[in-house]
């Protein structure tokens, strides 16, 4: 609907040495994983060996009510999972966590990020006779651990070997009947961690699901890192741990809720230092300081600290419009921008605003808010973004697959300011985004969709459809 970067994935996991309400657990840590994926969700329990599962398209609360949430039952393990589909479509089969079954025995998988190898290895896969249900990367590292499990002596190694075959972004949760395994890729693209909550242990796309569910945050899983928790307790295997890793910055500067920590720094406080940077280095004299919702409120907040220039709250935006919000006509789509946000008149009315933002993609749903506050009676709008310019595709789970969406790969900066109709434009420059965290753990930053350099070796341009083609129809001349 909006043209807009939109979530990750988000996964959740728990571990009970006994058995226990780990579905409510699991429920309640994804509606704090909710903004990582709107468009589908999923619920399995493992219940001595036996697993159950429920999935279906839309939001946590549309999906599970307390006689499906019961009807899952108890049990000593479970996994959850939030979708937003990078590539694959948004379907039923699609959703997450996907149970599969084979010799050794029932498997469920929860998986965050983006192969870049994905098609190839499933291209090997269905030439050896595979049949795939999915259009999903999912699907593809389920086979491969099943594959490596033939002959690995345990699950833990099975996925060991899995992960040295996976390139790109990696987040993932397998749970078995006897054991709950987390692994990370080793650039460490998206975050992982692992906390505790009484005799449990939990993991976790963000340490906000922990703080939803009481349980206390140890530490983040280290890139390349294969974590197993089982009636021994928590192992770590650090085989494949190479190097420090490269977080998305984008996690900081959107993806992520503000109060989760990431590598040890605050999501909250890097944005602020955005706006902060922003301030120092787009300076401009005007009467209050707006956030457009949700990501774009600390940065400007940040920003009117630095500035001296009043903070107010511009927009109020309906929390009740989820990404299945879907209109059929371009005049349909433009006016359903109101729908999702209206501007606070009492702070705009004829004040010069500094409206913060996380990024433009298109830059069409951008002209629209400026357009908003200048029918509001804004004097002047003065456009920040809390980011550098996009201009370069996300091989790793940002859906920004190519060059030819992306409006600062067409214009210039001030051609981009008069398509919007601000009265000046500044983006975060890469030396100040280099610096908004400061993760304790060492760990780098991948941004390479704005400076075309990658933590990896990436192919060309990766199309959403990766797994489907159409048929031609035109007979081929012989």
Known sequence: MFDMIHEECGVFGIYSPREMDVVTETYMALYALQ???????????????????????????????????????TGHMAIGHVRYATTAKAIRSNAQPLVVR????????????????????????????????????????SYIITQERLTAPSIEEAVLRAMKRLEGACCLLVMSPRKLIAAR???????????????????????????????????????????VADDQGLRSIR?????????CVFEYIYTARPDSIIEGESVHLARKRAGAFLAKEHPVEADVVIGV????????????????????????KNRYIGRTFILPTQSQRERAVRIKLNVLLSTVKDKRVVMIDDSIVRGTTSAR?????????????HFRVSSPPFVNPCYFGTDID????????KYTTEEIRRQLGADSLGYLSLDAVAQIAKPTTGCGFCDGCFTGRYPIDVPGEIPKDKFTKKISMVKEKK
């Open 239 to 247: 085989e494949n741990c190479t190097n420090p890793g490269q977080i």
């Open 293 to 316: 919702p949700d990501s774009g409120l600390d940065a400007a907040l940040g920003y009117a600290e630095e500035s001296g220039i009043p903070y107010g709250i511009g927009f109020i």
């Open 369 to 381: 808010i400026v357009k908003m506050l200048r029918d509001a009676g804004a004097k002047e709008v």
């Open 35 to 73: 903004h990582r994926g709107q468009e589908s969700c999923g619920i399995a329990v493992n219940s001595g060996g036996i697993i159950t599962h429920y999935r279906d398209v839309g939001l946590v609360p549309d999906v599970f009510n307390r006689e499906r949430l019961d009807s899952l039952g």
């Open 402 to 409: 190519s060059r030819d969406k992306l409006i600062a790969c």
């Open 102 to 141: 084979h010799s050794k025995g029932n498997m469920a998988l929860s998986y965050n990020g983006s192969l870049i190898n994905a098609a190839k290895l499933r291209e090997a896969l269905e030439m050896n006779g595979a049949i795939f249900h999915t259009t999903n990367d999912t699907e593809v590292i």
């Open 185 to 227: 890729d080793s650039a460490g693209f998206h975050p992982l961690c692992v906390g505790k909550l009484g005799e449990s242990y939990v993991f976790s796309s963000e340490s906000c699901a922990l703080d939803s569910i009481g349980a206390e945050f140890i530490r983040d899983i280290a890139p390349g890192e294969i974590v």
